[in-house]
């Protein structure tokens, strides 16, 4: 079986071909056959046969929810009542959840199915999923690549068909990044479009929810469900939400802008060049204007972003002392032997080259020097992009400048990893929304994602947008 959208389980419920709880035992069918991706740190197996077992009674009596027959995976960085929570770090060992995320919550009261927690790179850091302290996730397409990060597990489980849909985080893409490796569709809304409550936070300024489906309009309607105001969430936006998952036609014409300057980095893979072109040109082609536009902030995108999230990185991980949470080192003699050694044991290397970047550029000789400058220049990247937001319905760039990358190809070369998110950064840094599409394929199979942002607010016209835009996937065969 591979279902690619909600409506068609549905259909199949409707027509009495299959419940909800077939369908989850075929999703851990699934699960257990790939165990060797990684992807999941843990099933709740029997939770999500009763789950499904409530929700088919539920559909028998009509009284079901939106998300019925929705089988979802959560990144482990959402907090789930009762169940581990470990941010894929062994400095989290034996904490478990006392709430649920409000995301998570909403998607419940909806019953979506919940059918474990996913594997990712540890507290968020990282774009390929090689930072778990639980081993890296593998890509389905290709086991010796990654399938991105951080949210890898995420996007690998409903790359192999493991659960319809995943969520996420998106600090600086970890949602698109790996939707791209993965040919899934990955989303991340507006900052501060959905509660954070119940999220472990990495770089609080970036932090976002976001979404992995096959289908533009599942991702919609999960976003319908989770987005809007919580009492739990002083950041979240009072903005009614739209119902996104109604409203996906596109009519009229669009303006759009792509980024030469994104277009002619060197970095860039030709075939996703390329690939990218290829949907620019049948946009032109039916009517849309399509034109280029200059964004002098291209080099300073990466470095801004490492200097805000890793100070902010460096104070959220404050609270992670032996004391509060689950792991303490035993190797301790005295108070500030348990805080050093608890930190050094419990941390991976690269939260830990995080904690010493952001300590660094927050530090009193240094701070107006690195910090000072990194919020002006992100202020300029902002203003820049609204401009050009202003200008522009869409702006229209590649995802990743290359595609899935071999398992250790950039391990020992941080700054390698950290160019992999020159097109992500962008969207967190301004707040807006913005969602990788699967645009084919490269040479070796391997998938290439497409990236569409839109001003803040704007995910009703991205969606329809997007559902529009699945149209021009290329016919291949692979
Ligand atoms: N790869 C980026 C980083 O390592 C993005 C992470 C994220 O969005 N959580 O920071």
Known sequence: MRYTSLDAIREEIGRGALTCQALVEQYLQNISEKRHLNAFLEVFEEEARQQAAEVDAKLQAGTAGKLAGMVIGIKDVLAYEGHTLQAASQILNGF?????????????????????????????????????????????????????????????????NLCLASIGSDTGGSVRQPAAYCGVVGMKPTYSRISRYGLVAYASSFDQIGVMTHSVEDAALLLEVMAGQDEFDATVSQRPVPAYSQNLSFEGKARIGFIKDSFDSPGLNPEIKAATQAVLDALQAEGHTVEGVDFPFLDYIVPTYYILTTAEASSNLGRYDGVRYGFRSENATDLASMYKKTRAEGFGKEVQRRILLGTFV????????????????????????????????????????TTAFKIGENTKDPLAMYLEDIYTVQANLAGIPAIS???????????????????????EQLFAFSKHLMTHQPQETV
Do not use: W
């Not at 040479?443 to 497409?450: K, N, T, W």
């Open 362 to 401: 927050l530090s009193a000789d240094y701070y107006d020097a690195y910090y000072t400058k990194a919020q002006q220049v992100r202020r300029l990247i902002k203003e820049k992009t609204d401009e050009l937001l202003s200008q522009y319905d869409f702006l229209i760039v590649p995802t990743t400048p």
């Open 96 to 160: 478990k959840s006392l709430f649920t995320a409000t995301a998570v919550q909403r998607l419940r009261a909806e019953d979506a199915i919940i059918i474990g927690r996913q594997n990712c790179d540890e507290f968020a850091m990282g774009g390929s999923n090689e930072n778990s302290s639980f081993g890296p996730t593998l890509n389905d397409l290709d086991n010796t690549r990654v399938p991105g990060g951080s949210s890898g597990g995420s996007a690998a489980a409903v790359q192999a």
């Open 437 to 459: 599409l699967p645009m084919g394929h490269d040479s070796q199979g391997l998938p290439i994602g497409v990236q569409v942002m839109t001003k803040a607010f704007g995910e």
